[in-house]
């Protein structure tokens, strides 16, 4: 290895998740159709930490969606170190569901779009995507937008984000 590589290291993974025992715990499963659910606040922790983040998102419905269906994945930073306050989109900071059509699914447009998760088959799943995004916040949230049609499973940690710190060494 050359004198000033940069070394990629994957830190502890937080999840969000329908079963205690994760980072927080998050109602997700059973999302209806049209829907959307925002996890509770997490504490990536204090300052010196990473800016990079990989989430890999996943869901699963209780039957088969239509190919290419979609869930909706919005991430959301707390600009108050100490509150947390002022969220971006001001959510709350609680497992909130979303009904169709209200309201509170508005909230996504002023979150960070982290992108869908499609169902590439005619099936149930489980489906997956990653992404990696720079967070400079402490704080932040997630929610889905379940769009396929389909209810989420009622199975608890089928539909879940994973975020897992991404640690740049340069050797």
Known sequence: MAVGDQLIRLGTALILRDTAGGAAQ??????????????????????????????????????????????DWFLFEWHNETGPANPDGQVPSVDTAYAAASAGLAKADNGLALGPVFAETAAAGPFSSSVRVTILRRHISIMVINQAGVSFVNTDDLTFARITPVYAQIQ
């Open 26 to 71: 998050w109602a997700v499963k059973n999302t209806l159709t049209l829907a959307g659910r925002l996890s509770p606040v997490i504490d990536l922790g204090a300052e010196p930490r990473p800016s990079v983040y990989d989430i890999f998102r996943q869901c699963q419905w209780a039957s088969a969606p239509a190919s290419k269906a979609v869930s």
